[in-house]
């Protein structure tokens, strides 16, 4: 009878013992996600694009002061590509902006989910069996915002690259091009 006592309460020990396990790696691959999603959000802040309005308004009159001075028939090949790579640059500022706040939005929501889940594990609420797979998932949608964060980025260097390198000269140009027309039309 002892024996039997004793076999039964090592088993009984043994199982909760594999329950704590799982639980305590459940809780660490949490702790691992929540300081993966801690770095995308100090790079997503790194990254913000804090005079969005000024490049954007900056952009807008610079190219309207073309559209409504230049009045050549042809222009140079050199200078058609470079108001046209500035163009397409322009039409950017607007996605840029919207990625951001998806980005801010996304990862306050994945914080949100990860604090559940681990009050969920903590409390062995829910459906145990399926720990397993939401973890899985909410890992899969960190890899979803790091590949969302490397396209952000990615757009946004391609586009401050094209603002710094051709604003400037385009500026100048465009005030040239009033100041020629204001001399013809006093």
Known sequence: MKLT???????????????????????KRISKMERALDNLEQ??????????VDWKQATNSLELRIKNYLTLDTIDLILGKKIDA????????????KQFLQLKKEMKEERETLKNLEKDIENGAGDRAAYEQYLHFEKNKIKQLEVM?????????????????????????????LRKYKLKHP
């Not at 790079?43 to 969005?52: G, Q, R, T, V, Y």
């Not at 952000?152 to 000269?169: A, D, F, M, P």
């Open 5 to 27: 006592f004793l076999f039964l309460f090592s088993l009984v020990f043994a199982f909760f013992g594999c329950v704590d396990l799982k639980k305590e790696d459940y809780l």
């Open 149 to 177: 964060m490397q396209e952000y980025v990615k757009l946004k260097v391609e586009t401050l690259q094209t603002y710094h390198s051709l604003h400037n000269e385009l500026n100048l140009f465009s005030i040239e091009l």
């Open 43 to 52: 790079k997503l802040n790194a990254n913000e694009i804090d005079s969005l």
């Open 86 to 97: 500035y163009k397409l640059m322009r039409r950017n500022w607007n996605p840029l902006g």
